[in-house]
């Protein structure tokens, strides 16, 4: 069975930092697309990166380009997803995607608050 | 890039069948799709991914209610003998060589 577990959300302050994981289990890691996509309060589902299998290239939104940084760990199973410069707009649910082509697998969220 | 548009509400009764639609931009009608349900208060689910010849593959679990067609740049996704847990925000979704897209979500009130 898939599993996605994200952790590392949680309250910053603007301009802060904060760094999520993703622990994922029940499939071969090394040979899927992973990414990161996030809901605002209330709204829609805005994807915010991806990084490939093949060759570790990595994709951004261009509202996260340059603040955000995503990554993997193929020997433990994980991804991350480095915050920086963070803003009041960035608060949302963070939920780690497994890809195929499409999103075929989602993790349950974790919650990051940007305010002071 | 792609552009993904829906109805942002639709409603259906208990027992009877709905048709959400999840339309393509101009120059990308041929593209790829997947449907997600989000339950209120749940984390996304895949439902199925649709081709534009209306060939679909569904995940794992997904009861057979659920089934995908397509005509031009519409991907619709098709919920028959709709029951109260079907409440819920359809999204669709595709992607490009460097990004992806959601649609703005349909929420599905069942009467």
């Known amino acids: 069975e898939v599993q996605l577990l994200e952790s590392g959300g949680g309250l910053v302050q603007p301009g802060g930092s904060l760094r999520l994981s993703c622990s994922a289990s029940?499939?071969?890691?090394?040979?899927?697309?992973m990414g990161w996509v996030r809901q605002a309060p209330g709204k829609g589902l805005e994807w915010v990166s991806t990084?490939?299998?093949?060759?570790?290239?990595?994709y951004y939104a261009d509202s996260v380009k340059g603040r955000f940084t995503i990554s993997r760990d193929n020997s433990k199973n994980t991804q991350s997803l480095q915050m920086n410069s963070l803003r009041a707009e960035d608060t949302a649910v963070y939920y780690c995607a497994k890809y195929t082509t499409v999103t075929n697998y989602w993790g349950q969220g974790t919650l990051v608050t940007v305010s002071s | 890039q792609p552009v993904l548009t829906q109805s942002s509400s639709a409603s259906a009764s208990l027992g009877s069948s709905v048709k959400l639609t999840c339309t393509l931009s101009s120059g990308h009608s041929g593209y790829v799709i997947a449907w997600h349900q989000q339950q209120p208060g749940q984390a996304p689910r895949y439902l199925m991914k649709?081709?534009?010849?209306?060939?679909?593959n569904k995940g794992s679990g997904v009861p057979d209610r659920f089934s995908g067609s397509s005509s031009g740049a519409d991907r619709h996704l098709t919920i028959s003998n709709l029951q109260s847990d079907d409440e819920s925000n359809y999204y669709c979704e595709t992607w490009d060589s460097k990004t992806r897209v959601f649609g703005g979500g349909t929420k599905l009130t069942v009467l």
């Open positions: 649709l081709e534009g010849s209306g060939r679909y």
């Open positions: 029940g499939f071969t890691f090394s040979s899927y697309a």
């Open positions: 990084i490939s299998f093949t060759d570790g290239s990595t």
